[in-house]
């Protein structure tokens, strides 16, 4: 048990959960296919919840998100020097789980023609693309998410440890609430990872991976944690 073996495992096991019902929703001939967005968000707070449970349970605090624990290191009582070995775990992992599902999905994207479709597996896009306000909304997701977060977390003794079911169930609050712009990525490694994954993989017939929006999941997330986290200091 560690804290890079419980930030990756629960990393890993998000994004597997996470971007595994979004292939199940898009690509063809699944048992998912055309779900809708329901299915999507239920999927990946149910992803959230055994994320962060597996991560604590290995040793880690169960952020699984940089944007967290950047927050959580600025203005809680996170010990600082774990900010490395954290943000390398959420990302390994977010990599890995990516790979996990593309072998898993992997006939279904042989026989999806939609390269938008094979693309929203694995990393976000917004519905209409505009910078401002596509960086405005990931700043107010991850905002509700860490001060939702920290409402909820343990007592100040522990405040860099999070709970699994209050999370999960606040991540499905912003999908359905606030996911709708942009798919809500508020953690910047499970959407850059990912990303990332969908670059190196050889997908059939994929399109580019759409680098000129990729700031936006990261910048935003971390902005908006910083935020919440500030606020929540001083109240």
């Known amino acids: 048990m560690s804290p890079f073996l419980g930030e990756f495992i629960g990393t890993m096991l998000l994004i597997i959960m996470g971007d595994g019902v979004v292939a199940n929703v898009v690509l063809n001939k699944t048992k998912g296919n055309n779900g809708g967005w329901i299915v999507i968000t239920f999927g990946w707070a149910m992803a ?51 790979i996990i599902v593309w072998l898993a999905y992997k006939q279904h994207f042989d026989v999806t023609d939609d390269k938008d479709g094979k693309l929203a597996v694995f990393c976000n896009a917004p519905a209409i693309r505009g910078p401002i306000f596509n960086l405005i909304t990931e700043i107010i997701g991850t905002f509700v998410l860490v001060l939702g977060a920290l409402a909820m977390s343990k007592p100040a003794s522990t405040l860099g440890t999070l709970d699994a079911l209050p999370v999960g169930l606040l991540v ?16 910047p490694a499970r959407d850059l990872g990912p990303r990332i994954a969908h670059f190196i993989l050889p997908i059939k017939n994929k399109r580019d991976s759409d680098w000129g929006y990729s700031w936006i999941p990261v910048i935003g997330p971390i902005i908006g944690a910083l935020l919440a986290a500030y606020l929540f200091k001083l109240i």
């Open 172 to 187: 499905l609050g912003i999908g359905l609430s606030l996911g709708g712009p942009t798919g809500y990525a508020i953690n």
């Open 48 to 98: 959230v919840f055994l994320g962060v449970y597996a991560s604590t349970s290995f040793g880690g605090s169960g952020h699984l998100n940089p944007a967290v624990t950047i927050a959580m290191t600025a203005f809680t009582n996170f010990d600082s020097s774990l900010l490395p070995t954290y943000i390398l775990a959420q990302f390994a992992g977010a990599i890995t789980g990516a």
